[in-house]
């Protein structure tokens, strides 16, 4: 009798085991790759402005929307953050054709477009309303060599093997899909093109910018890899960002 009992405390214990072992699985995130080797994980957010989707171990964060606007054109960013130092780092040729991924308002975009007065700008968006404020913009300046461009959260939309630099300026961590984004742009450069990060630096506690919007350059440059791109240099000269030159293999 002893003994039977001992069995069916043990089946019952074993039971309890496993029960709480799925409800523990439940909690955690969930593979939700779309494509072969994708690495896409969902879960709870664990990050203020996280999205709750992981890719590569990095949390990625939520979109920064239309109504922020004015903080994308605000005066003291060529104060705090030198953009400045970002266009001379891009030594672009009058003639390039440049995307400007995540243009928003056009900050970066207009700016391009006198250094490229030969070339164009795709300035690319995701957010329609982004768009029509920086048409409005494009319209009160005259200019004629920025092409805004409506694109996806897996797609930016542009033709392939059309573009010499791809910028990203504080943009790409908050893509929902990089991976196939990613790919997507790469397609889209010239052989030889480049990609350009400009990321908040995670490695520096200091920098007034939830974490979640800040990339380490270990990060940055082992998810490029992965699409095929090769690590060319890393500039030194931003005060908060990170600047991460990376191309696209000639052959």
């Known amino acids: 009798m002893y003994l039977l009992s001992s069995r069916i405390a043990a089946i019952l214990l074993a039971a309890i085991l496993a029960l709480s072992a799925a409800a523990c699985r439940t909690e955690e995130p969930q593979q939700v790759g779309t ?3 994708e690495a896409y994980t969902t879960g709870e957010p664990q990050q203020e402005d996280g999205s709750g989707r992981f890719y590569m171990g990095r949390e990625i964060a939520t979109i920064t929307g239309h109504d922020s606007a004015e903080w994308l054109e605000r005066p003291s960013r060529e104060q705090t953050e030198l953009p400045s130092r970002v266009l001379h780092g891009l030594a672009l040729r009058p003639e390039e054709v440049v995307a400007d991924i995540g243009a928003g308002t056009g900050y970066f975009s207009l700016r391009i477009a006198e250094k ?5 700008v795709y300035a690319v968006d995701v957010q329609s309303e982004m768009l ?15 092409v805004p461009v409506l694109g996806t959260p897996t797609r930016p939309n542009l033709p392939p093997s059309s573009i010499d630099v791809a910028l990203m300026v504080d943009a790409y961590h908050e893509f929902s899909h990089p991976r196939e984004m990613m790919e997507e742009i790469v397609e889209s450069l010239k052989p030889g093109g480049r990609v350009v990060v400009v990321e908040y630096r995670a490695e520096d506690p200091t920098i007034p910018v939830k ?3 800040r990339m380490s350059e270990e990060q940055v440059r082992r998810e490029m890899e992965t699409v095929g791109l090769t690590w060319v240099e890393s500039k030194e000269i931003l005060p908060q960002q990170h600047f991460i030159v990376l191309e696209k293999p000639s052959r």
């Open 35 to 37: 494509a072969p080797g």
């Open 116 to 120: 490229v007065p030969e070339g164009r």
């Open 132 to 146: 029509e404020l920086l048409e409005q913009r494009i319209g009160e300046q005259g200019i004629e060599n920025v």
């Open 211 to 213: 974490p979640v919007h």
